[in-house]
């Protein structure tokens, strides 16, 4: 899963166009952070609550997914069904959604959307 990730992400790196279920293209080709950017002036003020209901959203728009099943505490492996790269492209749609980077090592801990939340908004609350 790591050299995966690790491929695609410097795919992206290098301004190789990439498509997926989470790729948002705006004006002029630009992607989804600065809109994300824009919606939120600062990091700060983002709350747990918010940070919730965006990730519960972005997992509900993954394709692979029956939304109805999308809750806080349904781990994406057991209860959602994703494999290795589905859980890889969702890592990659959290980073774009909230201009953070997820090492590897981070990543592989996440099992449920109540975890990334947790994790954003430790990232969040140590950049402000």
């Known amino acids: 899963m790591q050299n995966l990730r ?6 992206m790196r290098v301004g190789i166009p990439v ?3 989470f790729v948002r293209q705006g004006l002029n080709g630009t992607n989804g952070r600065s809109e994300f950017l824009r919606a939120c002036s600062t990091a700060a003020s983002i709350d747990q609550d918010q940070i919730m209901d965006r990730v519960i959203g972005l997992v509900k728009k993954f394709d692979k997914i029956d939304s109805a099943k999308v809750t ?3 781990d994406f492996q057991k209860d959602l069904s994703l494999d290795s790269l589905d859980r890889v492209e969702l890592v990659m749609a959290f980073e774009e959604e909230f201009s953070v ?3 590897d090592v981070e990543a592989d801990k996440l099992k449920s959307c109540a975890d ?3 994790y954003v908004k430790s990232k969040v609350s140590e950049t402000s």
Do not use: D, Q, R
């Not at 690790?6 to 795919?11: D, G, P």
């Open 19 to 21: 498509k997926g279920p």
């Open 116 to 118: 990334v939340a947790k």
């Open 101 to 103: 980077e997820i090492p």
């Open 72 to 74: 806080e505490n349904a």
């Open 6 to 11: 690790s491929t695609l992400l410097s795919y």
